[in-house]
T-cell receptor, first 121, second 111 residues
Framework: GAVVSQHPSWVICKSGTSVKIECRSL??????MFWYRQFPKQSLMLMAT?????????EQGVEKDKFLINHASLTLSTLTVTSAHPEDSSFYIC?????????????????FGPGTRLTVL | QQPVQSPQAVILREGEDAVINCSSS?????VHWYRQKHGEAPVFLMI?????EQKGHEKISASFNEKKQQSSLYLTASQLSYSGTYFC????????????FGKGTHLIIQP
């Protein structure tokens, strides 16, 4: 299957600092990547859709000025959490859209990166 | 709208079978199933397209009834490695837009 990597795996930062998380598709090109957030014992919540070469689309309630997304190439999307606060502590997971053949029908699914655990002190 | 998964949790003995259900209140184009181990990212299991298909992956199979807007995941002769949280992700847009995930079903397999 397709491989997606994230860096860093975990990060601890002080309140008020900014943190950048990278998401890379290693063996395929992804024009679309997605950023999710998962709090402990909860489901994944879509934050934004990242499209290569264009502005990201944010879900309702997600501050675009706080969570900056850049998708500068077909294999890299970055999420920057600006002025992080303790309530931003979470597990951030990216996924990349990939085309697969399902019963000979081409369709799209998502492959997830390993996640980045952010702790803001 | 978030799909509803049932049951919320299930505990099985190794070798027993389990069924996890996923229901949506809106029309679906596809259903995606994932398994997540504690502290790890979700791992893709399978995708089902509208058309009422059923497919399998080793001892894990799934069905999709688009009329009922439901999908079920079947785990037969469960193994210890099947433990984890299972999520269904639904897509109503026809092109794998950001998926909407259910709250998950926690599966614990005991020896």
């Amino acid at each position: 299957g397709a491989v997606v990597s994230q860096h860093p795996s975990w990060v601890i930062c002080k309140s008020g600092t900014s943190v950048k998380i990278e998401c890379r598709s290693l063996d395929f090109q992804a024009t679309t990547m997605f950023w999710y957030r998962q709090f402990p014992k909860q489901s994944l919540m879509l934050m934004a859709t990242s499209n290569e070469g264009s502005k990201a689309t944010y879900e309702q309630g997600v501050e675009k000025d706080k969570f900056l997304i850049n998708h500068a190439s077909l294999t890299l999307s970055t999420l920057t959490v600006t002025s992080a606060h303790p309530e931003d502590s979470s597990f951030y997971i990216c996924s990349a859209r990939a085309r697969v053949a399902v019963e000979v029908k081409p369709t799209d699914t998502q492959y997830f990166g390993p996640g980045t655990r952010l702790t803001v002190l | 709208q978030q799909p509803v998964q049932s049951p919320q949790a299930v505990i099985l003995r190794e070798g027993e079978d389990a069924v996890i259900n996923c229901s949506s209140s809106k029309a679906l184009y596809s259903v995606h199933w994932y398994r997540q181990k504690h502290g790890e990212a979700p791992v893709f299991l399978m995708i089902l397209l509208k058309g009422g298909e059923q497919k399998g992956h080793e001892k894990i199979s799934a069905s999709f009834n688009e009329k009922k807007q439901q999908s079920s995941l079947y785990l037969t002769a469960s193994q210890l490695s099947y433990s984890g949280t299972y999520f269904c992700g639904t897509d109503g847009g026809g092109g794998a837009d950001g998926l909407t995930f259910g709250k998950g079903t926690h599966l614990i397999i005991q020896p």
